[in-house]
């Protein structure tokens, strides 16, 4: 048996813009599709539903947000957290994680947040925790540029170390409900955190009622200090990987952290990020793959947006019929790699955009028959844990995948029919 959870990659953002059913009957800003959309993916019986986040209008891409918002691309966007309500309302067993910056959000405020969100839901939260790479961002909370890499590392590890105090900053039996004596908690069993540390000051305790559950946390940076923190902390990373043996290399690397950080590695399931496009047959799956090689101005435009706001770096000044040069940034390093690593050595700027369109690595074009046989091998090869989905969250694009492929995983036992009662972490140490 297999996890599997789904990434909308577009966040709480615009939904299906770009494909022939564009809003048709839905409206991106409501609720309502990304409940759908979440009641699917509990039926589907997924584990997950991971909702990315960004701060900013991205304009790195020749110095002009004319791509970005002409595509809809990382803007407009709402804020995952105010989602949440919503998909916890709409499903029982369904893990449901937004995105939460560890560099911009105070702790004192994320704690209180995620523990009023876990409150509502039955044990089903996560906090998807990221760095926030972005100078753009930056410069929306006072900064002129973002902290050096490592070092925002270095302030998520404080971030989610002051955040878990403040959770345990009522014992568990702290609150009493003791009407005849008149006492709703007792305050002997809540105490100030007192942390002072190098990003974060914080008296505590929390001002609300203790959690029946701390929230699971997942996380994505792959660069060596990423996974190390994952390692440590996570108990799902999201990954980035090409081909079997970088799934390998990449799974044992964060097993490795964990065991460094004193932790079980089973504990932390290493999620791959597959975009699957289901095709009726074998011919069909050829001929899109063939016709998403031919690139149009748009596809080339799409792509390069997205990875010169992902690094921090405009690439438009690159030829495309040149090699890239070595490129290095204080931004996204896992995602930059990733994205050079496409094709070959040598390969020119094309056929990077080419390969990545023709469904290598992270996108799969295929029948549910052989996509459930890619991720079936691939898991064998590569010891576990599973996939995360990624797509749009509009009505076409969810029913596209799941309605042929889930019933071909159930089918070989690769995907649960049933959800245990003890919440997300417990769905998630099942297998
Ligand atoms: C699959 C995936 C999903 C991510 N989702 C988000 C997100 O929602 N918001 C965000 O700010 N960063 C996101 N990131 C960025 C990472 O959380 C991390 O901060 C970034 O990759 C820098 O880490 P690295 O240099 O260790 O790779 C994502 C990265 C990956 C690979």
């Known amino acids: 048996m297999l996890h599997f959870g789904w990434f909308v990659g577009h966040g709480f953002g615009v939904q299906g813009w770009g494909t022939p059913g564009y809003a048709q009957g839905y409206d991106w800003?409501?609720?309502?599709?990304?409940?759908?959309?979440?009641?699917?993916?509990?039926?589907?019986?997924?584990?997950?539903?991971?909702?990315?986040?960004?701060?900013?209008?991205?304009?790195?891409?020749?110095?002009?947000?004319?791509?970005?918002?002409?595509?809809?691309?990382?803007?407009?966007?709402?804020?995952?957290?105010?989602?949440?309500?919503?998909?916890?309302?709409?499903?029982?067993?369904?893990?449901?994680?937004?995105t939460v910056s560890a560099s911009f959000y105070p702790p004192f405020?994320?704690?209180?947040?995620?523990?009023?969100?876990?409150?509502?839901?039955?044990?089903?939260?996560?906090?998807?925790?990221?760095?926030?790479?972005?100078?753009?961002?930056?410069?929306?909370?006072?900064?002129?540029?973002?902290?050096?890499?490592?070092?925002?590392y270095a302030k998520a590890e404080e971030f989610v170390d002051v955040v878990r105090k403040l959770w345990r900053s009522w014992a568990p039996d702290a609150v009493l409900e003791d009407?005849?004596?008149?006492?709703?908690?007792?305050?002997?069993?809540?105490?100030?955190?007192?942390?002072r540390g190098e990003f974060f000051a914080v008296r505590g305790p929390l001002n609300t009622a203790p959690l029946p559950e701390e929230p699971v946390l997942v996380q994505a940076g792959a660069s060596p200090r990423g996974k190390a923190f994952a390692g440590a902390n996570a108990d799902v990373a999201l990954a980035l990987a090409r081909g079997v043996d970088g799934m390998r290399g990449y799974r044992d690397s964060v097993r490795a952290e964990a065991v460094r950080a004193g932790r079980d590695p089973d504990e932390v399931k290493v999620l791959f990020v597959t975009k699957p496009t289901v095709v009726g047959s074998r011919a069909e799956a050829q001929e899109l793959r063939e016709s998403r090689k031919n690139l149009s101005r748009r596809d080339i435009d799409s792509q390069l947006?997205?990875?010169?706001y992902l690094s921090g770096i405009d690439f438009r000044k690159?030829?495309?019929?040149?090699?890239?040069?070595?490129?290095?940034?204080?931004?996204n390093r896992g995602t930059l790699a990733h994205f050079t690593s496409s094709a070959p050595d040598g390969a020119t700027l094309r056929e990077i955009l080419q390969r990545r369109s023709g469904g290598a690595g992270d996108s799969i074009i295929g029948t549910a028959e052989e996509i459930a046989d890619y991720f079936e091998a691939s898991a064998e090869a590569v010891g576990g844990d599973g996939f995360l989905l990624s797509g749009f969250v509009d009505p076409a694009t969810v029913h596209g995948v799941l309605d042929r492929l889930a019933p071909v995983l159930r089918h070989r036992g690769l995907l649960r029919s049933s959800y245990g009662d003890g919440g997300l972490r417990s769905n998630l140490r099942d297998f």
Do not use: C, M
């Open 29 to 98: 800003k409501q609720p309502q599709i990304y409940q759908a959309a979440a009641r699917l993916f509990e039926r589907s019986g997924l584990d997950l539903f991971i909702i990315e986040d960004s701060l900013t209008v991205p304009d790195t891409y020749g110095g002009s947000a004319e791509v970005s918002l002409a595509q809809a691309s990382f803007a407009p966007k709402h804020d995952p957290l105010a989602l949440v309500p919503y998909l916890l309302s709409a499903t029982e067993n369904l893990g449901v994680v937004p």
């Open 109 to 152: 405020t994320a704690a209180r947040l995620l523990a009023t969100l876990q409150h509502f839901s039955q044990r089903q939260l996560g906090w998807n925790v990221v760095t926030s790479g972005s100078d753009l961002a930056a410069q929306n909370y006072g900064l002129d540029q973002q902290i050096e890499h490592d070092r925002r």
């Open 179 to 195: 009407v005849a004596a008149g006492r709703y908690a007792d305050h002997r069993k809540v105490a100030p955190i007192d942390h």
């Open 305 to 308: 947006n997205s990875i010169s």
């Open 318 to 331: 690159f030829d495309l019929d040149q090699p890239l040069p070595a490129l290095s940034t204080n931004s």
